[in-house]
Structures are given as structure tokens and as C-alpha cells.
């Protein structure tokens, strides 16, 4: 999101915001907001309709719609094929952060690359931005689940010899396959939702804190993009086109000017992507460019990638004072535990800086702005 | 029978270890049998999650899953685990297992639910995985590795 606010309107107030953020936006084990009551109809509803449910509810508004990836709806999202379990977990956890890696990020534009692409986005120096990285939850990770003990009997039944147990699969076209995608579009659909109303959260605690209306706030969205998700796209193979299943994992989609599946607004940009770093660096916004089409489909980087193990990063954290650290730096860190704050040190993580500019310099998308960190919350 | 409590330092044999990968963590669990090598799965599995000296016994759970491979029935046994920890949110310390095999897993989990400022979560465990699964049997005792996503 982009906003109306500058880096010293947030600067001011930063202790306040990141304080409030963490009140409003559930983010710990078993979280969650008393003011959300989720049936299991209106459930099955997030899972065909995406954040379509969430606008309808009231969360946020239709134009946030036409800046997320697919309008915030996978078509074919199937409930039926949504396990029990998975209903029960993602019941429990929809409007929720999550730990691990999940974060809202408070932070401004430090540096702009390309000042005409910057324009139509509406970024400029110093403007402060949000960052919103959640996904499916549980309910994402019991599809996973379900679906794995589908795909072990079905590469058993067509023949397909596995290198590790974890790669099962089956062809794109079988019943198991077209069942495996009716349940994705649900959990896809899911994580539209869940991003949605955070968003909307997120929105409601600036004008808490700076008591002021949407109107000047201008939180508006960018763009909302997946990083773990098959889709079937039309790509050009040996000079014919082709109907392709592309996967996406831990990658995302970077499509350039003119393609027919972004947003009217982006055509002369390219699509926006969003690359997170770590907590103590900064993260970079990017379009999609000509090249990711000859080369990868569409795609590019999703993050800065761990160079450290959890474990590691703990050890390398010991005796530090991580919080206080971030904090001479300019950036309030807040998390539910302090394990996860631990795990996601700066050092654990490449240097976004390095990974941006492979990628802009191999032409699969381009660098528009630097955003530096001044806030976060963590699950 | 009682059981001993879960610290790897001050006992002969060792009952797990941890896998350091960079973007996820696994373990290998060790049994003198399969029933202690699922037991201990399910401890080294909630010492990756939280600190189990703050865990009480206060509450019993029955879990029952139907016959598979070892492979499966160790990744359907964990799994079940962390959906009641995603769902009920608990946190459990002690596993009773009563019967396992090709048959199937019988067994009785106890712990209490997390509370704020009792209970820390180290890690949050996203998925049990296949990846580079293994259970056998290894110079007459039993092993297993399991890797997480996280």
C-alpha cells in the first residue's frame, strides 16, 4: 500500500502504530479478532468467491479488487473438496498474521530507481508504505496435506517414478490433478481473504492512531501478488502457443506492459511485484518486464532467501539484543514470540540488494523503489 | 509404566537429534521400539515448538489413525498432532503409545492448551513433510527422520 503519509508523519507516531497494529491485527497461537464469527456457509463462501467476500463484508473496497492478482478470485474454487479438518483450521485462523516469516511492515520509499514508473504507481521519496505477507494458513497447509496422500496413490496408479516421496504428483489433466486445482483456487482464495482484511485492519489502526479519514490517509492498494500457486497460463514454446501449468513457488508472477491479464492502470508499467526482505534492510518494489515472458514464464524472485538455518540464526542472536539493536537503527520490531523474532534476523537472510539486482539485470523485471523498514509487526 | 521426563542430556541413550537445514529443520527420532520411536517423535516434535518444561499434564487426548506404511503412519501421526495444536492450540509433553503398526497407531497425548505468558513458541511448524522420509530399523533399535516445513 501506498499512503498520503510522509516518513516523519510516521516517525512520530511510530511506537503508537506498531503498538496498535499488534492489538488489532491477530498475530500469536490462537489469535484471533472476537468481532469475527466465521459459519461454515460463509466459510465455503471465502473459498469460491476470494476477496470478493471480503469487499462484500465490508472489508476494504471493489477498487483494491482490480489490484490483486486474478481480481482476488481464483475461478473453480471447489468447498467439496475441502476436508473437514482443513474447514476447522482455516475457521480458526482466517484474519490472522501467522509466525515464521508472516509480517506488516511500516516503511517509506528511501530511494527511487525509475522515476516515471514510480509516478504511475504513486510512490515517491520519503512517502510511507505498507507491507502486508500472509497467506492460506492452516487451511492452505491441511490442502497440502489431504492432497499429498492423494498424489502418493495416484503416482502409484500412473506409474510415475518419484526421487523423494515429498514430489508426488499427477498429470495436470486426471481427476486427482483437476481435483488438486478446484482445491487450490479454495485456499488461493482463502489467502485473497485473509491479506484482505488485514489490509482493512491495517487501514482502520492509521486512522486510529492519526485520526484522520481514509481521504487523507490514502492507503491505497499497489498490488497483491501469490508466491506458492500453480496456474494455467498461455505461454509461447518454440514460437507456438501453448496452454501451460506454470508453479510458482517461491516465486511470483511478473507479467510486463500490455499483457492482458493486469490491471488497466499498469498496462504502460507492467505489473508490480513486491520483494520483502529482511527486517533490517528493505524490501523492493518492481514490474514485471519483457524478458520474464522468453525466460521464465512470467516469473520472477519472491524474497531475499535464508542463508542462515533457524537454528543457526538463534545461535548467531545469542546474547544480542535483537529488538534494541533494530531499534538504534530506527525500526520497532514487535512479535508475538520472541523465537520468531530471533529466527528472521537480518544476518539470517541474503542481501535483498544482491537478489533485486540479478534480477533486474537479467531483464526479468525491473527496479522501481527501495522501501526501508521503520515498523513491524510479527507473529 | 512411568515415564521419564523429555531431557536429552542427562539420559543414556539419546532420544532424538535435530536436523539443520537451511530453510526448514528436521529431526531424527530414536526407539528401542516403535512404539518409543513414535513416542519420541511426538516429544522432539513439540521441543522444536516450545520450551516443554512449562507444559503441564492437564488435559488427555485419544488418537487413533487407520493402517499405513511406517512412512505415512509416522507423518499421519505427527500431522494429527499439529492440527490440534493449530486448532485447540495445545501443546503437548508426554505420548503414550498403546499399540502400532501396519494396523494402524493407538495412542494418548497429554499437555494443555498455550497460554500467553506461560507457554513461548520457539518455532511454528507450518507442515509435516515426505521429504527424505524414513523409518527402520538399525542395528536392533528403531529410527526415523522426518523433515518440517516451517
Known amino acids: ?379 | 509404566m512411568s515415564k521419564p521426563k523429555l531431557k536429552t542430556a542427562r539420559r543414556l541413550t539419546k532420544r532424538f537429534e535435530i536436523l539443520d537445514h537451511t530453510a526448514d529443520i528436521g529431526v531424527i527420532v530414536y526407539g528401542e521400539n516403535l512404539r518409543a520411536l513414535f513416542e519420541n517423535a511426538g516429544g522432539a516434535f513439540f521441543h522444536l515448538i516450545t520450551d516443554l518444561r512449562k507444559v503441564r499434564r492437564r488435559i488427555e487426548k485419544r488418537i487413533d489413525i487407520g493402517g499405513e506404511s511406517l512412512d505415512r503412519l509416522m507423518v499421519d501421526w505427527l500431522s494429527e498432532l499439529l492440527y490440534l495444536h493449530d486448532v485447540e492450540n495445545l501443546l503437548f509433553k508426554d505420548f503414550r503409545v498403546e499399540s502400532v503398526g501396519e494396523d494402524g497407531l493407538r495412542a494418548i497425548a497429554k499437555g494443555e492448551p498455550f497460554q500467553e505468558g506461560v507457554h513461548v513458541i520457539k518455532t511454528e511448524v507450518k507442515a509435516v513433510t515426505y521429504h527424505q522420509i524414513e523409518v527402520r530399523q538399525e542395528k536392533g533399535r528403531w529410527r526415523a527422520r522426518v523433515i518440517f516445513d516451517l
Open chain 1, 1 to 379: 500500500m501506498r499512503s498520503g503519509l510522509s516518513r516523519t508523519d510516521i516517525q512520530g507516531r511510530l511506537k503508537e502504530l506498531v503498538e496498535a497494529l499488534f492489538v488489532n491485527i491477530p498475530s500469536g497461537v490462537g489469535s484471533h479478532r472476537k468481532d469475527l464469527k466465521l459459519n461454515r456457509e460463509e466459510e465455503r463462501r471465502v473459498l469460491k468467491k476470494g476477496a470478493r467476500w471480503a469487499v462484500e463484508k465490508g472489508f476494504g473496497s471493489s477498487e483494491d479488487l482490480d489490484h490483486i492478482e486474478e481480481h482476488g478470485c481464483i475461478e473453480g474454487g471447489n468447498p467439496d473438496r475441502i476436508s473437514e479438518k482443513a474447514m476447522e483450521r482455516g475457521k480458526a485462523q482466517l484474519g490472522t498474521l501467522g509466525s515464521g516469516n508472516h509480517f506488516v511492515e511500516v516503511g517509506y520509499v528511501a530511494e527511487v530507481f525509475d522515476e516515471d514508473i514510480a509516478r504511475a504507481l504513486g510512490l515517491s521519496k520519503d512517502q510511507a508504505t505498507v507491507i502486508v505477507h500472509t497467506g492460506s494458513r492452516g487451511l492452505g497447509h491441511q490442502v497440502c496435506d489431504d492432497y499429498i496422500r492423494v498424489m502418493l496413490d495416484a503416482a502409484r496408479k500412473y506409474q510415475i517414478e518419484l526421487p523423494d516421496t515429498q514430489l508426488c504428483c499427477a498429470p495436470v489433466s486426471s481427476p486427482e490433478g483437476q481435483g488438486y486445482l478446484e482445491a487450490m483456487a479454495c485456499a488461493a482464495n482463502f489467502a485473497f481473504t485473509n491479506r484482505q482484511m488485514i489490509t482493512h485492519w491495517v487501514r482502520e489502526t492509521f486512522e486510529q492512531v492519526f485520526k484522520k479519514g481514509p481521504k487523507d490517509l490514502k492507503l491505497d492498494l499497489i498490488y497483491d501478488v501469490c508466491h506458492n500457486i500453480a496456474k494455467i497460463e498461455t505461454h509461447t514454446v518454440d514460437g507456438k502457443k501453448r496452454k501451460l501449468c506454470i508453479h510458482r513457488k517461491g516465486a511470483t508472477r511478473a507479467f510486463p506492459p500490455n499483457h492482458p491479464d493486469i490491471p488497466s492502470d499498469y498496462q504502460s508499467t507492467g505489473q508490480p511485484v513486491l520483494i520483502p526482505g529482511d527486517m533490517g534492510r528493505c524490501s523492493y518494489v518492481l514490474v514485471g518486464a519483457e524478458r520474464a515472458m522468453e525466460e521464465t514464464f512470467g516469473s520472477t524472485c519472491h524474497g531475499a532467501g535464508r542463508v542462515m538455518s533457524r537454528h543457526q540464526a538463534i545461535r548467531a542472536a545469542k546474547g544480542r539484543a535483537i529488538v534494541r539493536e533494530l531499534e538504534d537503527k530506527g525500526i520497532i520490531v514487535k512479535g508475538a514470540s520472541r523465537g520468531t523474532i530471533l529466527e528472521e534476523i537480518p544476518d539470517a537472510y541474503k542481501d535483498v540488494n544482491d537478489v533485486v539486482n540479478v534480477v533486474h539485470h537479467a531483464g526479468i523485471s525491473r527496479k522501481v523503489a527501495k522501501l526501508v523498514p521503520m515498523g513491524v509487526i510479527k507473529g
